[in-house]
């Protein structure tokens, strides 16, 4: 089963803009993930945030974690092309059970 | 250079066959796991090993068989039990469980 679900499932900008991802999970957690898959490719992992971080960058990656909502967004600044993908928000629960999202689908137009 | 390697890339399977998944990693992890994912859904956990010469069931495992004999192999066999076996299959590794996984680049398997 899920832990993580992102929100939107679908979001289309134009290059330049900022892109603004959202993942909200049920359990406690040690640590929240997001990683990125290009079509048809393995996933790759971005950025890490622990739960007793609020905030953490990365490039143009910034994560926002929320424990009371147990909520986290990522934000990718200055979108290009190539940032096109799906990015999957992944939970390390307290039992060391991880589990990944659905994805959001993220369309970058040049 | 370290990397964890899946093949073959693509693999078709007949009716009634068993196949075998490669996962090869030298980033001397401990933990790997194998996956499954679906056209447009999220990953699912298949089996993980966290140490040589034992492994897990995951969410899925039933149709699916895995070995840990080297801390380097991880395979994994869909059998014939497994009736939709259709799938992108993702194998990963980690130093310990819940952090920071490195993706091979998947095999696609398909029923023909």
């Known amino acids: 089963s899920q832990q993580g679900e992102e929100d939107p499932q679908a979001l289309s900008i134009q290059e330049g803009e900022n892109a603004t991802m959202n993942c909200s999970y049920k359990?406690?957690?040690?640590?929240l993930q997001w990683y990125r898959q290009n079509s048809g490719r393995g996933l790759v992992h971005l950025i890490l945030i622990r739960s007793n971080e609020r905030e953490k960058h990365s490039g143009r990656l910034r994560v926002t974690l929320d424990t009371s909502k147990k909520s986290s967004s990522l934000l990718i600044t200055a979108s290009r092309a190539a940032d096109t993908a799906s990015y999957f928000c992944?939970?390390?629960?307290?039992?060391?059970?991880?589990?990944f999202g659905a994805g959001t689908r993220l369309t970058v137009k040049p | 250079d370290g990397g964890i390697t899946q093949s073959p890339k693509y693999l078709f399977r007949k009716e009634g066959q068993n196949v075998t998944l490669s996962c090869e990693q030298n980033l001397n992890h401990d933990a790997m796991y194998w996956y499954r994912q679906d056209p447009g859904q999220g990953l699912r956990l298949i089996y993980y090993s966290q140490i040589v010469n034992d492994f897990q069931k995951g969410d899925i495992a039933e149709g699916y068989s895995v070995s840990r004999e080297k801390k380097e192999s991880f395979p994994l066999t869909v059998t014939s039990a497994q009736k939709n076996p259709t799938a992108f299959y993702l194998c990963?590794?980690?130093?310990?469980?819940?952090?920071?996984?490195?993706f091979g680049s998947g095999t696609r398997l398909t029923v023909v």
């Open positions: 992944a939970t390390d629960a307290e039992n060391n059970d991880m589990r």
């Open positions: 359990t406690s957690i040690n640590n």
């Open positions: 990963a590794s980690s130093f310990y469980r819940g952090y920071g996984y490195t």
